[in-house]
């Protein structure tokens, strides 16, 4: 049984451009862009400015050069040079963020400071919890926040290596302005989408504002045999009832279909050359895209008190459906059945979850402010929430075995004696009250600190009538942070903080799994960083050192426990120069990544976890044009270090860099401002393993992109 052509490579300096424009969206966007005259006039440079995510700190609008925390806010300007349409796009840009079990047709999944973030804790839309168990749109939102480390302060329950939080974009602020833009985009692969952009004000006084998104795509990627679709509808406002009073609402609505994507595998006890990105290893006739729907939205009401104190009421609701679909490879090759045959030939299930409902409401209401307390000033803030969230699944899933694939390109049969397994519904409810306070203990010293005391029930049930297993625990804790902060001169500040956080773990809601969907406790992280940052003339820098320290979850023979210690020693680091025209930056990161106190399986004590580079680089080098004002031009490079594949060391993934050409044109057409950009992706067309996890007790191994090309245009008018 032969099994080479998923893995052959490309002849070398192989590269399609693919330049025909199917879609009618994206050809007429452009026409439209060209019917102005070819008059251009320079536009005024773009200024970032440096302010904290004040939704996911929880200790207000403090610039990040003074806070003593690491995060990082990636602007609406950002998002648009990526071509982010997911928030791995985005992320990927800081060196901490790595894949994670990172499909390409799926939810993203990603790790930060070597932690695998949890999709039901770690994300947040507008400051409040949502469920990032599904495809959530970029193209309204404003820009995306990452806290870096353990976030008990901020969310009480959260996996430790930081929390994400999409901040939607909003009306604009000023009487007159107006926004009004057409964009369109071609690549990676043949996808092609447009979007519209709108937002003014009304009404009397214009006190009345709107800010209206729209998006379609058709979804054609490098990897061939995934075509699908998704579209985005979204409408935020803002009523300003008074001077001291503010109504916002906002909501979308979004549908992604998609044919899935599969990751290669080990090939018995070795690991394979690099595979072809663009093959979709288990496409079958029969194969069904996967379905994700949602709804969100939320509204905020904001009343200045007196002595500039603000109280703010805020909910928060989130209601999901997904259509759970994949052509599903899973190999017997090892004793467990968790790699290829040597072969390469591999097994082929067919796995579908319909109807998948998962729903979240939060209810928040916070009040800030400042107070003179003896000799010092306190920036204090009183919060509380009650937040419920349901997983309610079909009563079975469809986990059927088809046959078993010899090489690429096989068709086995459809389905027909389908095998199916009981799902299991999960919920909870928890209720947190919260405090911080930043108190100014000298002109240039400050203390951090604050407290978050969650109070959580939670339950399961399995959906298996002869055993339905019901489980419900109720946990309360408290997780403290604290910092202090100082500035050594202008611009140059120095911190330590400390800080605390609980994970609730659960079984993954997997056939299987001997313990599927159970509840398997709460445990609590701990971190410690010491930092610096600052800024002198054209240098900018920050670095960190931190320690964290939490109970590790692992999978033996499809059995999920929580036993022993994974121990994250790291040092997180960026230094950037502007100069002229130029702008020069890096970022790395340093990890070392130890698991302890394992009484099960002994073996992996002392060991580095699979799946986490030890070293990290992000780095970018970018030119503004003199002599065409608007003209820039941008090489990014990427780099991640060997990762483990097996437990034991015996197999590695080595590790890749890749480079990323762009060039940005900002202009005037006819007074119309039209920002164009063209990029090349994977420069050198590199070929290797992205990632290597392990997942339901499978090693996977996910192929990098290859060279792809990207264009887009976004006119205002």
Not at 272 to 296: E, I, K, Y
Not at 630 to 655: K, M, W
């Amino acid at each position: 049984m032969a099994f080479f052509s998923p893995f052959s490579r490309r002849p070398s300096g192989h590269f399609e451009p693919r330049l025909a424009l199917r879609a009618t969206q994206v050809a007429s966007a452009l026409a439209w862009v060209a019917m102005s005259n070819a008059h251009a006039q320079s536009l005024t440079e773009i200024t970032i400015t440096d302010k904290t995510p004040s939704q996911v700190s929880g200790f207000g609008e403090v610039p990040l050069s003074k806070a003593p925390f690491s995060a990082v806010n990636i602007d609406q300007q950002t998002l648009q040079d990526v071509g982010a349409q997911r928030v791995s796009d985005a992320l990927r840009l800081d060196a901490s963020v790595a894949d994670s079990y990172n499909s390409p047709a799926y939810w993203d999944s990603l790790s930060v400071r070597g932690y695998t973030l949890d999709n039901r804790y770690n994300y947040r839309r507008e400051g409040l919890p949502i469920s990032a168990e599904t495809m959530i749109p970029m193209d309204n939102k404003e820009r995306i926040e990452l806290f870096k480390g353990t976030s008990g302060i901020q969310a009480g329950t959260s996996a430790p290596g930081g929390l994400v939080n999409y901040v939607v974009k909003r009306p604009p602020s000023a009487k007159d302005e107006t926004i009004r833009s057409l964009s369109a985009s071609y690549g990676p692969g043949k996808s092609s989408s447009t979007g519209l952009d709108l937002g003014g004000r009304f009404g009397q006084d214009q006190s009345l504002g709107y800010r209206f998104n729209a998006a379609y795509e058709d979804l054609d990627p490098y990897t061939r045999n995934t075509q699908g679709h998704r579209q985005l509808m979204a409408l935020a406002m803002d009523w300003r009832i008074s001077p001291d009073t503010k109504l916002e609402w906002e909501i979308e609505r979004s549908e992604r279909q998609q044919l899935g994507v599969n990751g290669y595998s080990l090939l018995g006890d070795t690991l394979p050359a690099p595979a072809d990105g663009t093959r979709n290893l288990t496409r079958q006739p029969w194969s069904v895209p996967a379905v994700f729907q949602g709804t969100t939205g939320s509204i905020r009401l904001k009343q200045n008190l007196d002595n500039a104190w603000l109280w703010t009421l805020q909910y928060g609701g989130q209601r999901l459906k997904t259509d759970d679909r994949l052509s599903y490879a899973y190999g017997c090759g090892g004793s467990f059945c968790d790699r290829f045959y040597p072969d390469g030939s591999f097994d082929l299930y067919d796995y579908r979850s319909e109807n998948e409902r998962r729903t979240s409401d939060a209810f928040q209401t916070a009040l800030s402010g400042t107070a003179q307390w003896g000799e010092f000033q306190h920036h204090l803030t009183f919060s509380a929430m009650r937040h419920k969230q349901q997983d309610q699944m079909p009563i079975t899933q469809l986990y059927s075995y088809a046959g078993t694939v010899m090489q690429w390109g096989d068709v086995v049969a459809p389905q027909t004696g389908q095998t199916t397994y009981f799902n299991t519904n999960r919920s909870e409810v928890s209720t947190e009250l919260a405090f911080t306070d930043r108190m100014a203990l000298t002109a240039n010293t400050s203390a951090w600190w604050g407290l978050r005391h969650t109070q959580s029930e939670r339950s399961s049930l399995s959906l298996d009538p002869s055993n339905p297993n019901p489980v419900s625990v109720t946990s309360r804790f408290t997780t403290p942070w604290l910092a202090l902060s100082h500035s050594i001169a202008a611009g140059h500040t120095v911190y330590a903080s400390y800080g605390e956080g609980v994970e609730l773990f659960a079984a993954p809601n997997n056939a299987n799994y001997a313990n599927a969907g159970q509840l398997l406790g709460v445990s609590k992280s701990r971190q410690t960083e010491f930092g610096t940052k600052g800024t002198q003339g054209p240098w900018q820098w920050q670095a960190s050192v931190f320690h964290i320290q939490r109970p590790l979850a692992y999978d033996d023979n499809f059995t999920r426990m929580v036993d022993g210690l994974q121990t994250h020693l790291g040092l997180d680091a960026g230094l950037q120069w502007t100069q002229g025209s130029w702008v020069l930056g890096t970022q790395i990161q340093w990890l070392d990544a130890r698991l302890s106190g394992l009484t099960q399986d002994t073996r992996r004590n002392g060991q580095r976890p699979i799946n986490t580079p030890a070293m990290s680089l992000r780095a970018l080098a970018q030119y503004r044009f003199a002599d065409i004002p608007g003209l820039r031009s941008s090489l990014h490079l990427s780099h991640e270090g060997a990762r483990r594949v097996t437990e034991d060391g015996s197999i590695h993934q080595p590790s890749w860099t890749t480079l990323d050409l762009a060039t940005h044109y900002d202009t005037r057409l006819d007074g119309r401002r039209v920002q164009w950009t063209l990029a090349i992706d994977n420069l050198a067309d590199q070929r290797y393993w992205r990632e290597s996890p392990k997942q339901f007790g499978h090693y996977y191994l996910y192929p990098g992109a290859p060279r792809t090309l990207r264009m887009g245009v976004k006119a205002s008018f």
